[in-house]
Each structure stands twice: as structure tokens, then as C-alpha cells.
């Protein structure tokens, strides 16, 4: 073979320095690309030998990466269709820079240069962030074929000339720089490798490891190992998103979800993508027990190419809402070097995106339908998801209407046409409004739950992140529809129904009690009323609006309405003038007497609601004992 030396062709400045500095983000992508390339270099092989092109044996396909530290290289090697030294000149010089010119400009402009580099075919002079000195040896499948060698400093100057290699396939030689001697480092590159090259269909092989056989049996019968060095493969058996779900079982799907986290509860269940038209996905995603925990769930997902690990952010890829679900979703129609803008703007991920959140809906719309008893025991866990869905994503909730779930304090589920059609009766106001009243805390709440309770009521539980916000989002939606929480006013006004109840108090009378529960409270933002309630109704009520209420806990979630945070809270408190208190209270001569029995009735609503704390609950304990 003729010597040659050259310059790879690039009008502007040069290249390298941008490979080496700004390309990728993070320098361990090297070593995915050159494996990926690899790879694809075995199954080109194969393809060629199933098309009869190549009539040559095949042999057991393995990708090998060994570590020199003596000589601080690293070495990628396959045993695919090798490459000609036509071949080199035309792949590794030409068609990864014949775009250079546009891709100098693009990356001017981009904000991220991993946004544009997959289209440009450099994944190859990824080597050049952490080597001095790239070099090729390679032989082609071709007959009569000689072996070609390359060789490139990280300037636009090459070399080719004969090479070394005896077999088909190629070495990729990395002579690593001093600034990334961590490469050179065997636990780090095996590091790399399970993260990227896990579920690549062609054995990646990195040294060997020690390994325990059976070796006969001792004097007295036991048996007996021997330690054996065997292949370090890093990639184990087939992906089963790969594999049809028709020849998987439940243990299956279980031990791949144990495999990706070991240390994670098993999941609720799993639902396998597999499309073709139009555009190409696989994979399953897992439904986790997640119960109320959002936050520490995110970035489960794993994004692969071709088997090949991207990224596990999949955020544009996945609908929001989803990002709580675990798994694997691979798809060739996303370039390995993917970025955000290439995300958002691509019309493949949207469709991905789209049909996702189809096959969720259709997923939990078979699971109730098929088994209500089964779904309504993992609404703990499942209703996370499709309220965050109802909330986000019009389109899931036209679907999720059939199958979102409202739970009551006794632990019945209903759909919302059922629940509707439960509370219709009795809890329609004078408006014709239907009154849905709920507790964040029923413990906390029993009280008013019972009073709710004896009137014929029913209360909802809402103890979700996101029941704010969902009941907002039930409240556009629903027709004629009011969610009020059960202690945001006195039952009577919650769901009015116009019924005037007389007052046993005079004018007068009313205008005194409201004087006396006004000189006993001493808390601020405290706003009196004197109110025509039930007789069996609680002798004082503490209650705080609705609306001023959700914002408030809408803010203490980062909501948006940091404004109504910063405000001080009010509170509403409803002394009852039918219940027998007020007239005892009245009937009493002494003004502290007045005052005590006044402060002690008020305490006790506090107490309802789980706000008598600190001194204020000590002095009601005081005043209980000296009272009894």
C-alpha cells in the first residue's frame, strides 16, 4: 500500500478544538460513540452475510475495549466489515466534514453544541476530546482486502498507510492526553460501559473477571470450585423490550424493573410500546408504588437509541405527567447526541409524546374496566397520575373522565358521573349548584366530618400534593359543580339551601353575645359572627374561607400565588345564638364568668381544628381543670 499524507478539508477554522473543548458536555461520551460505531460494523456485517454479499465466515460477534496504562491508550475493537483505505478517506475524512463549513456556522449560533452535532457524522472525533493521537487499523470484508492504518494528531492533518490488522474489523487506538488520565482507569471505563453499553445485541467484551466451577469432590464427598478467568461481558441477554410481548411472562417484565432498580418496591403493573408506523419506539414503562412522594421519582425513565443509553431526562419525550413512571423507551428516530431544542422542535417526539399518553389512557381504561376491585386498591398509587394528567394534558383527561376515581372518607370510590348522582339529592343548594365538601385531614377534621355525616352528607377525602389544583380543575369542568372543604364555613352556609332558621336571641341579645365573644378573643385576624344555626350545631365555630384557603395552600406548594402566602390569615368564627351556651353565657351575671365560658367555647373550636398550640392550650387546660 502506497503511503499517503493529507489534510482533511476544512474551509474555516479549525474543528478540533471545539470537539476537544464545547462538543459534548460530558468527555465520557467518547466512549459510547466509538462503541456504538462498533457495533454498527457487526451488524452491518451481519446484513451483508444475510443478503449473500458476504460469503465469508461471520464468526461470533464481540466488541472488545482494553485499557493499556503503560502505554495510556485505550482500544475499541470489532470484528464487523472493517473499512478499505478508499474507504477511511471517504468516511472518516470526507463525510464526517463535508458539512463543515455549516456546522462551524451552527455552532456559532447554537446555545448548545450538542444540538447539532449527531447531524454532522462526528461522533468518531468524540475520541479527539480525550486523545493526543487517534489511530485505525482496519480490514475490510472485501476479498483481497489489505489492511489500512490512519492515523491523525487532532490537527486537519492525517496519515494513511498499511496497517497491522490480520482479521476482518477494526481498532479504534485512543493515545489519552494527560488531562483525562481518568480514563485510563480500568473501574471508570467498566463504569461507562454498564451505563451505556448495558443493552447493546452485540457482546461487549472489557477483560476478564474471576469466575467459581464446580471442580470435582473432596476426600469427603463435598464438592469442590475451582476460580477460572471467563470474558468480562458487560451487556447480558436480550432487552425484552426488544422481544414481542407475547413471549413474555409476568416474572419477566418483574425481574427486568429488579434490574434497573434493585433496591425499588415492585410495581403496580407495566405497559409494553411497540410501534412501527409512524415512527419506530419500543419499550415498557413500569407504574411505580409511589403513593404521595412526587419529588424524589423524577428521571426514572431511560432514553435509548438502537439500545444504545442517551439520557434518563425525558422530559420532552415523555408528557409531564408521566414522568413518574419508570422504564426504558428506546427509539432510532432520536439521534444519540440529543438535545433539548432538538426535543421540542422535532415532530417525531411529539408524536411519541402523543402516543404515550394514548397508551396510558388505554392502559388504566382496561385495567378499570376489567378489574374496578383491583384498580380501586392501587388508587393510592395510580391517581397521582391521572389527576397530574387531568391537570396538564387535555387530552388524557377526555379519557381519564371514565376513569378518575373520588374517594370518600368511608373509603368508597366512585367515578365522577356516580358521585354526582350520589350527592345530587341532598347536597344541591338553593341555586341549583351540586355541593361537593372535602377533608385534607380527616383526623384532624372529625368533627366537622360527623356534622357533615348526621345532616345526610358525604365528604370527599382530597390529601393529595395536587388536590388543589385538581379540585380546581373538577370545578371548571363540572357543570353547576361548588368543592368546598368541610370546615371553610358553617355547614348551613356551605351548601345554602335557602331554609331561614329563627333566632332564639333578640336583636339585643345577638348584639351582646357577639360584644362578649369579641372581648374574650384575644387572637388576631379572628372575625366574629353571631349565627341562626341548629341547636345540635357546635356552640362556636372557627372556619376560613374557600378561596383565601386554597391559595394559601396553592402558595405553600409554589403555586404562583406567592401573594396570597405573604397575607396574614383570617379566620371566620360562628358563634351559634341557637345553641344552649349562648343563652347560659348570657344568663350569667359576672363578666368573667361570661368571658371564661366564652373563651373556653372558642378554645374548643380551635381544639376542632388542631389550632390550640403552645400558651394558648396550656391556659384552656388550666381553665378545663378549675372549671371541673
Known sequence: MIQEKGSISIHTENIFPIIKKFLYSDHEIFLRELVSNAVDAIQKAKRLASLGQFNGEIGAPLVQVKVDKEAKTITVSDNGI????????????????SGAEEFMEKFKEAKDASEIIGRFGLGFYSAFMVADRVEIQTLSYQPGAEPAQWTCDGSTEFEISAGSRTTRGTDVILYVNEENKEFLEEGRIESILKKYAKFLPVPVQFGTKTESEPDGEDAEGKPKYKEVEVPNIINTGVPIWTIAPSELKKEDYLNFYRELYPFSEDPLFWIHLNVDYPFHLTGVLYFPKIKNDIELQRNKIQLYSRQVFITD??????????????????????????SRSFLQSDSNVKKINTYITRKVADKLAELFKSDRKSYEEKWGDIGIFVKYGSISDPKFWERAKDFVLLENTKKEYFTLSEYSEKVAPTQTDKDGNVVYLYTPNPERQDG??????KKGYDVLLMN?????????????DLEK????????????????????????????QTKEIKDIYEKAITQPGMEVSVENLSPEAMPVTVTMDEFMRRMKDMAALGGGMSFYGSMPDRYKVAVNANHPLATKILSETNDDTRKALAQQAF????????MLT????????????KMI
Open 603 to 610: 378554645d374548643l373550636a380551635l381544639l376542632a381544628q388542631g
Open 464 to 476: 393529595s400534593p395536587l388536590d388543589n389544583h385538581f379540585i380546581s380543575h373538577l370545578e371548571r
Open 82 to 97: 472493517g473499512m478499505t483505505a478508499d474507504e477511511i478517506k471517504k468516511y472518516i475524512n470526507q463525510i464526517a466534514f
Open 614 to 625: 403552645g400558651a394558648a392550650l396550656t391556659s384552656f387546660v388550666e381553665r378545663s381543670m
Open 313 to 338: 431526562e425525558v422530559k420532552d419525550i415523555v408528557p409531564e405527567f408521566l414522568m413518574l413512571l419508570h422504564g426504558v423507551i428506546d427509539s432510532p428516530d432520536i439521534p444519540l447526541n440529543v
Open 481 to 508: 359543580t361548588q368543592i368546598k372543604r368541610v370546615d371553610a364555613d358553617v355547614l348551613e352556609k356551605l351548601i345554602d339551601k335557602g331554609e331561614e332558621v329563627a333566632s332564639n336571641l333578640s336583636e339585643e
Open 448 to 453: 366537622y366530618i360527623q356534622a357533615a355525616n
